[in-house]
């Protein structure tokens, strides 16, 4: 069995590289696994010999035609450096390699996956209090915070760490211990970006369609044949046309012939209905059998061409997608059942979907404390997945929307600040 959603993403791994090589060069094989395209500043091949930027600022302009960037913070930071050379939003700043992609990428609104290391995480706390107690003075933070911060968890970290958990629009988040659990995230989350680009681009599809079947049910047959040649229609569906044209010619001689005939000559009326009828049977199989056709992208109705709705692209971005369901990962067939994008999680930005059948971080709640809407990733539920799809009992399915409620009355930022 294929393995790889088949979808080039372009991904730009982001983190310090001294402390996270194995974890970076990991991720990296992963991703391609999936059929993914990681890119790594520190891989073989990585343009950083641009005359105008120095080696550390050629990551913007390939950061700039990612899909997404994964973010991977740990206790180091990094080489303050300058940035002389590069967008304005990092101009006049000096700060590590890392922190500057992310500056970048939150400027030009990349999507963005942020893993903290939960060691990170603990120290954060401890760094909030105190920042809070020194006035929200930096240098004294500083001095209180060196007293119990290990050596290998640098004070600017927990700076950087502050600024990516305090700037809006915030990032999705996610604390990890091992390579393990972001392997896991990620492949959920980028899951879920495939569904939403699908859903995007289904959106403007049906524009298309709607403005192309208006625009070819105005044009002649010979005007239509000559739009499909234009689009490169098969020459199946031109040759059905064509073949149409005729019969449409023959049948609208055979009526106006019909209407010259005098009512006592029943034998020859007979006969121009008969054939009216046959010309009008073959129009309408040859008519349906280009709409139960999926091999070309248009179809012919009540004398005219339209988008063919059971036409599935050769698309290279996806292992398979029939209708609203998408094969991805190796992880099997995700329905979307036609989802429409509606409001999104405050926190990862991810919409919320209507009646989708497999349930990743799409249903969103509100907190009744700090009002947020959350998705029940960024909150989350007793149950990994709900898939609604397979379950057929009501008694089963109360069962299980019971499991999936959030472990917490209110969301997880507000029981850590409790």
């Not at 973010?71 to 101009?91: E, F």
């Not at 809070?132 to 004294?140: A, S, T």
């Not at 305090?166 to 896991?184: R, V």
Request: glycine content about 4%; some cysteine; charged content about 25%.
């Amino acid at each position: 069995m294929d393995q790889s959603s088949e979808y080039h993403f372009p991904i730009f791994i982001s983190s310090t590289d001294y402390n996270l090589k194995d974890l970076r060069a990991e991720l990296a094989r992963f991703l391609s696994e999936l059929g993914y395209r990681p890119i790594l500043s520190s891989a073989e091949g990585f343009p950083d010999s641009s005359p105008n930027l120095e080696p550390w600022e050629s990551c913007i302009p390939v950061l700039e035609q990612s899909f997404v960037m994964v973010l991977v913070i740990d206790g180091r930071y990094g080489t303050a450096l300058d940035w002389k050379n590069s967008h304005t939003c990092l101009q006049e700043k000096n700060i590590s390699p890392t922190h500057g992609e992310y500056i970048y990428a939150h400027h030009s609104r990349k999507r963005m996956l942020v893993f903290i290391r939960d060691e990170v995480m603990t120290y954060y706390q401890s760094y909030r209090t105190a920042f809070k107690k020194c006035g929200k003075d930096f240098e004294k933070t500083k001095e209180v915070m060196e007293q119990t911060l290990p050596e290998y968890i640098d004070f600017e970290t927990l700076q950087f760490v502050h600024q990516v958990k305090t700037t809006k629009p915030i990032p999705w988040i996610k604390e990890f211990k091992d390579i393990t659990e972001i392997k896991k995230e990620v492949q959920k989350k980028m899951l879920n970006e495939l569904a939403e680009l699908f859903l995007i681009k289904n959106a403007r599809l049906e524009t298309v369609v709607s403005s192309f079947d208006k625009v070819m049910h105005t044009l002649s047959i010979d005007e239509q044949r000559n739009v499909l040649n234009r689009i490169g229609a098969t020459k199946q569906l031109i040759g059905t046309v064509e073949e149409i044209a005729t019969y449409e010619k023959e049948l609208q001689e055979k009526t106006e012939a019909l209407s010259k005939i005098e009512g006592q000559n029943k034998q020859d009326k007979d006969k121009y209905e008969k054939s009216i009828i046959d010309l009008k049977q073959k129009i309408k199989k040859l008519e349906a059998k280009s709409q139960e056709s999926s091999d070309d992208s248009y179809y012919i109705r009540n004398g005219s061409v339209q988008v063919n709705p059971n036409y599935v692209p050769p698309v290279s971005g996806y292992s398979g997608i029939t209708g609203s369901t998408i094969n991805v990962g190796g992880t099997g067939a995700y329905t979307l059942y036609g989802a429409t994008p509606t409001p999104r999680c405050n926190k990862c930005q991810m919409p919320q979907m209507a009646n989708v059948g497999l349930i990743y971080g799409h249903s969103l709640r509100k907190c009744p404390k700090c009002e947020r809407m959350l998705c029940n990733s960024c909150w989350p539920s007793n149950s990994f997945a709900l898939n609604i799809a397979a379950i057929t009992s009501p008694v089963l399915l109360t069962d299980r929307l019971e499991s999936a409620k959030p472990k917490e009355e209110v969301c997880p930022e507000c029981v850590r600040n409790n």
